[in-house]
């Protein structure tokens, strides 16, 4: 019996297989835009936290010259430096999100002990620019009070440690978002469209009919779906590794390669229960579509969890990719193992449970 | 002539209405099809609820006044969700991901400061991308100048005069749930029109409109406007999720109303255009759902993509995402974008529109049925 | 030339490839104004591609298609208005119901506005199908929807039907019926262009009939003609005991081909050959006759002999 399951388990897993390889146009396009998400990332990334800023010096004397000189260094900001007139039109043309400008005077000022100002005038339309220019102006401010030393009035230092060796990149760090979602397309809308179609195009006599098991044939249709999205994941991570945007070292190799697996076995699973309970085409691509960008946006979807309010957290505990998530980006990211074994658990068990739904679904009733 | 003309538009009003109701015989299809575009509206919006602030950890070695304004400092910097806790528990946050920074005020803090002798404070951060650590990195000098200019106004002579442009901040959410709008629209849009086309080719009821007399314009043209009505509905919910529950009420209520429909327009042709080449439903999905994440981050969703580098503001430019986002930003709250005007981002999106239905005319005119 | 007169379909020298690929070879035909015509052919041998081109959904490489004298390529709307089309796969939105598919067919090809609810009221009952005129399409069995789609064929009153395999997976009963319906349309005027892998139906149905393999013409006459022209008598002997001299029957001059079964022969002649007497003295001479037919050839074995494959291979 356990033979005749594997067996058909088998020819299932071989004959989807050899269907989806017929379909280049869906792998293709379900490869690509990933790929072209992360391309888009990394031609932006010399923008990030970086904005275009015009610095108009209209002061002459030495203080002057060492406030411009610390705004250039302490590289916040893509400046430009220009006259006022300029700086205005740059500013009116949306070139730049603000004109910080070292008034006349400002050298007399501050050696009379006067306080003295850096005027920054901030196209406020956005408060993510905004707020960025508000933080890196101070920034600036206290590189010039830093080079001072110890005639500094500013006494405050800041002891920097960061918790990994190098700056992990906004485009790099979209490598896990990214992943997630195209094993969460792949496994969740081709998989259930894939196991849809076979009831739509009456297919599915062919396989009801035959002495496979109810559970072979899902178990056949998830592995199939499984081989395609990890084989997609895999694809993603040798190219980006192939770019050294990701490091992961020795051994979290084979963790990361575990919970890509995990994740593209879970979108399979769900992908193929929702196809067998539904039986139609369009209604699976309306609920797995949802189910795939609920699934993929209360995991974190493209920002960090511990960002999001604590309510959104605790709804993300519910949530199984939130695990799988976890995992990738402790492989990823951090080179650890923590908590592996809870996530893995989890999504273990959440494609177990998709599994049997999908394999009562099948059993519910004869085909038609 | 007239009559040919009255022919024309029978056949654009009965494809039309034959596809509005091969929608409703999908029951669940069309209902949740509804919702799409308010779920990724809502589900995106969550993402970027809690803004820039990073959820950070104060280890309060010192207690004292000066240790309490600082604190304040950072408080109110626009850039942190605190919490105070134990060295320990900060390390335990930090690990788990519960935290991305722990910062830690050293005992001697207050003491420090009222001798004038220099203090470090401890910034431990979880680098976990440029982005955040970046903004963790430059709101800590932000609250040393804010807590000096409060505490010590005349140690510190060098301060920040800011002007704005704008008489008040526009919050993150309210800015990015418009950009997110397009988003949904042309997910939807696209996803509807897309799927609907394909299946024509899918189950080749394509050959009863390439075998019949109507020109194959007005068929094209019956498609789109039963996509466009299917998609009202949608287009309806969206709206109504962004002004009533986000809470973003738009400023100019004509131009809210005239570009969404536009956008339906160019997302429901592009759909259809799609649907048609491709001719099969699961491509269609994979690549509308697959292409909008980029189209998001590239489209200027986060502010004028004069802000990005040049490389993107060129390519952003190639696609209707980015004059979407521009025309409804005014729309709603009455920012201009870019140097193009409310006119002329109206007639690039025009033009998108006839060259995409020009393109599907020709598309749709070369159709043949291949053996 | 004379409306009347007129061929209903004309292809000359059509030619379509598809990459290397010839699917139809110089192809030339004519079909003529109220005759039923029939293309037969082995799978593969371009007869989809041949009427997709009478159709217009696939352009030739090379050649010309008119039907009713409208060139196909400078007008195509006309051919479309004339031709009325049932296809294989029937092409009906299943998710809709008998009367919404023939009205927005209807609307979709100009029926007058104050004929059209009569029309489809009066195709509905042409097809039997007026008590299911609200069901959706998915619930009606194979037969019902290719009377569905005849009769949406027939809505705009075309001068040329075409029929891709009419009757394929319908039941005895409703291929009898469709029948009956397409001898009734040749009454009517109509010309009826069908593709068939049915040799019955052929030669119930059709005035003539072109076979084509591998994208050419290799026959184009009546059933009777070609069965006069391309088969000759097939002579079935009975036999007492089995018969041995298989290879002398074989080599008598006119013997075309020899098959056994047990005590059963089977002897096809060429045409024209008068070498039955021959066949019948040999196999006396080896062993008692019990039983002897001598009939004439059916198209199946015609088919065959000219193709070399049967029909439904």
């Keep these: 019996m356990i033979l005749n399951f594997l067996r058909a388990t088998w020819l299932i897993w071989i004959k989807d297989l050899r269907v989806w390889l017929r379909q280049p146009l869906t792998m293709v396009v379900t490869i690509v835009p990933p790929l072209i998400f992360l391309m888009v990332q990394a031609l932006g990334a010399e923008a990030v936290g970086r904005s275009p800023v015009a610095l108009v010096n209209q002061d002459s004397g030495p203080q002057g010259a060492q406030i411009v000189q610390a705004i250039r260094e302490a590289n916040v ?132 009919l035959s002495p496979a098991p109810g559970g ?153 | 002539m007239m009559r040919e003309i009255a022919y024309q538009l029978r056949v654009i009003w009965a494809t039309a209405r034959k596809d509005v109701r091969s929608a409703l015989t999908d029951r669940l299809f069309t209902l949740l099809g509804l919702f799409v575009p308010a779920n990724v509206l809502i589900l995106m919006s969550l993402f970027v609820l809690a803004g820039s602030n990073a959820p950070t950890t104060m280890v309060m070695n010192d207690t004292g006044p000066y240790a309490q304004a600082f604190y304040q400092a950072m408080s109110q910097a626009h850039s942190f969700r605190l919490e105070t806790a134990t060295a320990e528990e900060a390390e335990r946050r930090l690990a788990a991901g519960q935290a991305v920074a722990v910062v830690t005020i050293p005992p001697d803090f207050d003491s420090s400061l009222q ?257 | 030339m004379s409306q009347a007169k007129m061929p209903a379909v004309e292809m000359v020298h059509l030619v379509k490839r598809f990459g290397s690929f010839t699917a139809v070879d110089d192809l030339s035909l004519t079909v003529e104004p109220g005759e039923i015509f029939g293309l037969l052919g082995p799978n593969g041998s371009g007869k989809t591609t041949t009427v997709n081109m009478l159709s217009g959904l696939t352009s030739p490489t090379s050649g010309e298609v008119r039907v009713m004298g409208y060139d196909l390529r400078t007008h195509t709307r006309q051919v479309r208005q004339v031709l009325g089309a049932v296809h294989q796969e029937t092409a009906l939105y299943e998710e809709l119901s008998a009367w919404v598919n023939l009205d927005f067919h209807a609307d979709l090809f100009g029926v007058p506005r104050s004929e059209k609810k009569a029309r489809i009221e009066q195709m509905l009952a042409l097809v039997q199908l007026s008590d299911r005129k609200d069901s959706r399409v998915s619930t009606f069995s194979g037969g019902m929807k290719r009377r569905l789609a005849l009769a949406r064929a027939l809505l705009h009153e075309p001068q040329l039907i075409y029929l891709d395999e009419p009757t394929l997976g319908v039941d005895v009963q409703s291929r009898r019926a469709l029948w009956d319906y397409i001898l009734g349309l040749r009454r009517q005027g109509k010309t009826v262009f069908i593709t068939t892998n049915y040799l019955e139906e052929a030669q119930a149905l059709c005035s003539r009939i072109a076979i084509i393999d591998h994208g050419r013409l290799v026959a184009l006459d009546t059933p009777e003609d070609l069965k006069q022209n391309f088969g000759g008598n097939v002579v079935e002997i009975e036999t007492a005991l089995p018969f041995e001299a298989l290879v002398e029957l074989q080599a008598l001059a006119g013997v075309q081909q020899v098959e056994q079964d047990g005590l059963a022969l089977k002897v096809a002649t060429r045409a024209g050959d008068r070498v039955v007497p021959q066949i019948i003295n040999l196999v006396a001479q080896c062993c008692e006759i019990r039983n002897i037919m001598v009939r004439e050839p059916n198209l199946d074995e015609v088919f065959l002999r000219l193709t070399g494959t049967a029909l439904r291979d």
Excluded at chain 1, 289 to 297: E, G, Q, R, W
């Design chain 2, 115 to 371: 001798q004038g002798r220099p203090v470090q404070v401890g910034v431990e951060i979880n680098n976990l991308n440029t982005d955040f650590t970046n903004d963790i990195r430059r709101a800590i000098p932000l609250s040393i100048t804010s807590f000096y200019a409060k505490v010590f106004p005349n140690l510190v002579s060098v301060t920040v005069n800011e002007t704005d442009l704008y008489a008040h901040d526009t919050d993150y959410i309210p800015y990015l749930a418009v950009s997110i709008l397009v988003i949904a629209l042309m997910m939807g849009g696209m996803m509807q029109a897309g799927t609907t086309s394909a299946r024509e080719w899918e189950q080749n009821t394509i050959k009863e409109l390439l075998l019949s007399p109507a020109s194959r314009t007005a068929i094209m043209l019956g498609k789109m406007l039963g996509a466009f009505l299917v998609g009202l509905g949608s287009t309806v919910i969206v709206l109504a999720v962004l002004i009533l529950l986000v809470g973003v009420a738009p400023e100019y209520w004509l131009e809210v109303i005239g570009f969404t429909f536009l956008a339906l327009l160019i997302f429901n042709t592009l759909g259809t255009l799609l649907g048609t080449l491709v001719r099969q439903r699961m491509p269609v999905i994979a690549l509308t759902m697959g292409i909008s994440l980029p189209l998001f981050f590239l489209s200027g969703a986060f502010g004028p993509i004069s802000f990005s580098t040049p490389l993107l503001q060129a390519v952003a430019k190639i696609f209707p995402v980015y004059y979407q986002i521009v025309v409804l930003q005014h729309a709603f709250h009455g920012f201009s974008l870019n140097t193009l005007g409310l006119a002329g981002n109206t007639l690039v999106l025009a033009g998108f529109a006839l060259a995409l239905i020009t393109l599907m005319a020709l598309v749709l005119r070369r159709s043949t049925i291949g053996h």
């Design chain 1, 77 to 208: 900001f893509r400046l430009q430096e220009v006259d006022a007139a300029k700086a205005q039109a740059l500013l009116k043309n949306l070139d730049v999100v603000a004109v910080v400008t070292i008034p006349a005077g400002f050298s007399q000022r501050l050696q009379a002990r006067l306080g003295t100002t850096v005027d920054v005038t901030v196209n406020n339309l956005n408060l993510d620019f905004t707020n960025d220019i508000r933080r890196a102006v101070p920034d600036a401010i206290t590189h010039y009070y830093l080079a001072q030393g110890d005639q500094s009035p500013v006494k405050i230092s800041v002891n920097e440690s960061d918790l990994r060796a190098r700056d992990i990149e906004m485009f790099q760090y979209s490598v896990l978002p990214t992943l997630v979602l195209l094993l969460t397309v792949s496994g969740l809308i081709s998989g259930g469209i894939a196991t849809g179609r076979e009831w739509e195009s009456a297919t599915v006599k062919e396989l009801l």
């Design chain 1, 216 to 368: 072979a044939i899902i178990a056949g249709k998830v592995l199939a779906g499984f081989t395609t999205s990890f084989g997609l994941g895999v694809v993603v991570l040798l190219v980006v590794y192939g770019m050294g945007w990701i490091y992961p070292e020795g051994i979290y190799w084979l963790n990361m390669l575990l919970i890509v697996g995990l994740v593209s076995l879970l979108g399979a699973s769900l992908g193929v229960a929702i196809g067998a309970a539904l039986r139609r085409i369009m209604p699976v691509i309306a609920v797995s579509i949802n189910v795939a960008l609920y699934l993929f946006f209360l995991s974190g979807g493209v920002g960090v969890l511990a960002f999001e309010p604590q309510w959104l957290q605790d709804i993300a505990s519910f949530v199984p990719l939130t695990y799988g998530n976890h995992a990738l980006s402790m492989a990823l990211f951090y080179n650890s193992a923590d908590l592996l074994g809870r996530d893995v658990l989890v999504l273990g068990l959440s494609s177990l449970a998709a599994l049997v739904l999908g394999t009562l679904a099948v059993r519910r009733r004869s085909a038609g």
